[in-house]
């Protein structure tokens, strides 16, 4: 129930083509749905959210695409850059009244080959 | 602003010693969290502060592990008589008050047991 399951574990993308990761999920309660990006050495950066009232939500070149009842959502990330070279992990969490804490998808990681 | 910090950045211990990892959350953000990524994994929730309060423990591993915040700002994660199942790096989050959800992750503490 409380897990986040996330797919593929890597992925490689051709410079300027779409790279796409899928996560889903259980627990119903989950109301918030991010994704962050880690680089090699660093800590995880937020890069995008969704909560379950949309069903779609842009930034830039990455998009999450939200399914509340398959409870899947995934990460969209267009046009693709050697520099987004990463591991993306999807989380999720239950907010109003609980500690926030992140339930996180094993992670996958993408290399975009120039 | 200044994000999070951990010090140290690394360390290397012998089996059976003590160690403390601190967290410098960011400047005014009430609410902190402790989470542990072990190679090539996602990120597993060990505790989360309210202020100096732990409400949720719950994801300690053992109790070898403990932590504290003073000051409603440092916080110190101890592991003691530590083993190489404690190799990983420990990673602290904090957000605002208000936004639970919203965390932003410090670079971690590259910790292992030899």
């Known amino acids: 129930q409380q897990q986040v399951k996330q797919s593929p574990q890597s992925l490689i993308v051709q410079k300027g083509g779409i790279s796409i990761i899928n996560c889903a999920y259980e627990?119903?309660?989950?109301?918030?749905f991010p994704w962050y990006q880690q680089f090699p050495g660093k800590g995880p950066a937020l890069l995008i959210a969704i909560r379950p009232d949309v069903s779609e939500k842009k930034e830039g070149r990455f998009t999450i695409s939200f399914n509340k009842s398959a409870k899947q959502f995934s990460l969209h990330i267009m046009d693709s850059q050697p520099g987004d070279s990463a591991t993306y992990f999807c989380?999720?969490?239950?907010?109003?009244?609980?500690?926030?804490?992140?339930?996180f998808g094993q992670g996958t990681t993408l290399q975009v080959k120039p | 602003g200044a994000g999070v910090s951990q010090s140290p950045s690394n360390k290397v211990t012998e089996k059976g010693k003590d160690v403390e990892l601190r967290c410098d959350p960011i400047s005014g953000h009430t609410a902190l969290y402790w989470y542990r990524q072990r190679l090539g994994q996602g990120l597993e929730f060990l505790i989360y502060f309210q202020g100096n309060s732990a409400p949720d423990k719950s994801g300690l591993p053992s109790d070898r592990f403990s932590a504290e915040r003073t000051g409603e700002s440092v916080s110190t994660l101890t592991i003691q008589r530590t083993q190489q199942e404690d190799s990983a790096v420990y990673l602290c989050?904090?957000?605002?008050?208000?936004?639970?959800?919203?965390?932003?992750f410090g670079p971690g503490t590259r910790l292992l047991v030899l």
């Open positions: 989050a904090s957000s605002p008050s208000g936004e639970l959800q919203t965390q932003y």
């Open positions: 627990n119903t309660a989950f109301d918030y």
């Open positions: 989380a999720a969490s239950k907010g109003s009244g609980n500690t926030g804490k992140l339930i």
